[in-house]
């Protein structure tokens, strides 16, 4: 018995197939039946979380993830999950539209990282758009935990747009300067947080700093619940609220 | 304007991973926006093909299928793809069962190896369930072609299983060899007609053999039916039957 997946993707579509594909190989598997459904949605056309959030000029992508979710869930889909941490922004809306539990990435990141790392300020690796709706700020906030993120916005976000455009060799300096900058403040640990980031994960060294990837959180977390290794109800209750 | 392309995945997961892989890596784009969105069933539920059409005990999986293609064109799929080879055997009536077209992978392979190698007979790696079903015999007749399979089907079959369980190593030298015997019939090309094989084909060298993956005629076809570069109308119509 498996529980199946519903996945918002396409924010942006490689982050979605990361995500798949590390749900496979995270997932002990010796015949196709063994592995986990999915529902995916990579939907490119959701509006631009960055046009919104950050330029204010863009279209409200709200609606457009609350249909995905409501379609998903309707199709089959026990649990939903969103490989995009800035798309969070917009959880209440999305958790609230629909029955099934919606894992929350950003705060099961913040658990995370409280288990492995009782103690100090936490770095974030995120989209200016994240820092400015405050989500991690909030999750570590409720763990009584200081948050850092790198000063120049711009540049994180010009290493976003450079993975999202493919060029990889653009991003992975700036990433590697801003965990740097992160280690001054004395914080032990730096969140991936931005599934832009996660697809270069593997190549970062993040200098000092620990990094917790919070895709494979989110990954864990599914498998998890597909599993069944987690009580649903329980685990449903707690996630999507 | 992007068509959305419906997949009937999940056999295997992998395989569906690395069309949805080969599916960005095709387009050409500067954001998310640029890419093609995916409506993907990835389910890996679906009754064994090899058991219902090798050993003749499994349940048929024609109706679980037909469901999913229903699911997928009627949340908004304009076009349906299954990146799986032995899938086709149940072709028409996953095709009879919808109003979208449905690219058929087998076809446009057929169609495929004709334009690059117009002379000989055309050598097939895939599922014995294939052979049996007579899938690629069909097309391959149709335009007036010859067909050659390896003569050890249980060696070929012991392949597909191994890389469903991850067992990569134990498979590539049995599609070497399958390769090498098949050149001796004189064949100047084969097709990699099991997405399981697509995984590996990368790596196989195929010995004297051209190889043409059904995998990349698949995602040839999408990109050009999802950016409209193909005329949608005729396409339909001329693939769905």
């Not at 894992?103 to 995120?126: D, F, K, S, Y």
């Amino acid at each position: 018995m498996r529980n199946v997946i519903g996945i918002l993707g396409g924010m942006g579509p490689e982050a979605t197939i990361l995500m798949m594909s590390r749900l496979v190989a995270a997932t002990p598997a010796s015949d196709d039946s063994d592995h986990i459904p999915m529902l995916v949605d990579n939907n490119t056309q959701v509006p631009s979380r960055i046009a919104h959030l950050i330029d204010g000029t863009g279209q409200d992508p709200t609606p457009v993830l609350v249909g995905m979710a409501q379609k998903l869930a309707s199709s089959g889909a026990d649990v939903l999950a969103m490989p995009c941490n800035t798309a969070h922004s917009y959880y209440p809306a999305v958790a609230g539209a629909v029955q099934v539990p919606v894992l929350n990435m950003v705060e099961l990141t913040a658990q995370a990282v409280a288990r492995a790392h009782p103690e100090g300020p936490v770095g974030i690796l995120a989209s200016p758009a994240v820092e400015i709706t405050g989500i991690f700020a909030k999750a570590f906030a409720a763990l009584g935990r200081d948050i850092v993120y790198p000063a120049d916005r711009d540049r994180v976000l010009s290493a976003i747009r450079a993975i999202k455009a493919g060029r990889i060799d653009t991003a992975l300096p700036i990433l590697e300067e801003a965990a740097d900058e992160i280690a001054t403040s004395g914080a032990p640990v730096a969140v991936v947080g931005c599934s832009e980031f996660s697809i270069v994960a593997p190549q970062l060294t993040g200098g000092p700093l620990a990094l917790i990837d919070s895709l494979d959180v989110l990954v864990d977390a599914c498998v998890a619940y597909a599993t069944g290794s987690v009580a649903a109800s329980n685990q449903g209750a707690k996630l999507a609220k």
